[in-house]
């Protein structure tokens, strides 16, 4: 699975729009980028994914670089609720095992 | 229908006593796992399965084993706690090949004193 490398921290404003970068040189034409979340202690929640297209759902929109090699998620307008950890993932979409592997993510922290 | 279902949800352990982490889901998931979080650290894997009978280990399993005797249970034990499985513990579910998202529980919360 490629690496991923995302900023440690990130502050928005509330009713602004949330912009969260992940930067995933290596990755292979074969593998998605995933991004979930954890709101403080709660159990991961999936968000969205992405091969080669941008793609948008009721939570977010993700954009991802004609080279595939970043991408940026997206919450149009950001909430308190908001507030949490952010997670990018890059594997294949299907895999043998299934495996998810998380790194440190990204801290959002959602401001009045 | 309630998704994934961790029991319990929380706990106190002495060091060198056992116990079994219940993981429930009602999706028909082939896949299941068991994460671990230590405090301002990401999800770890201890152990995971791809289908009824089978296990796997993942990145961290020392100390853990687990049973998938039915598809929609996925059960996590600890033989002889010890103070360093002081953790919360996550349970996932997911389709075939973990695509495109996995469901998780909402945890537990596990002390070993």
């Known amino acids: 699975d490629a690496k991923t490398t995302q900023p440690t921290s990130m502050d928005c404003a509330e009713g602004r729009a949330a912009n969260l970068p992940c930067n995933h040189s290596t990755i292979s034409g074969n593998e998605y980028v995933y991004w979930y979340r954890q709101i403080h202690s709660q159990g991961p929640q999936y968000i969205i994914h992405?091969?080669?297209n941008n793609e948008t759902n009721e939570m977010a929109s993700l954009i991802i670089t004609e080279d595939r090699k970043s991408s940026t998620l997206i919450l149009p307008h950001a909430t308190l609720r908001d507030t949490a950890v952010y997670y990018c993932i890059v594997r294949v979409g299907r895999s043998n095992t299934g495996k998810l592997i998380f790194g440190q993510g990204t801290t959002l922290q959602v401001k009045p | 229908n309630a998704g994934v279902t961790q029991t319990p949800k929380f706990r106190v352990l002495k060091t060198g006593q056992s116990m079994t982490l219940l993981c429930a889901q009602d999706m028909n998931h082939e896949y299941m796992y068991w994460y671990r979080q230590d405090p301002g650290m990401g999800l770890r894997l201890i152990h995971y399965s791809v289908g009824e009978g089978t296990t796997a280990k993942g990145e961290v399993p020392d100390g853990y084993n687990v049973s998938r005797l039915k598809k929609q249970n996925f059960l996590l034990g600890l033989e002889s706690a010890a103070p360093s499985q002081t953790s919360v513990y996550f349970c996932?579910?997911?389709?075939?090949?973990?695509?495109?998202?996995?469901?998780f529980g909402s945890g537990t919360r596990l002390t070993v004193v």
């Open positions: 992405g091969l080669k």
């Open positions: 996932a579910s997911s389709y075939s090949g973990g695509h495109p998202g996995y469901t």
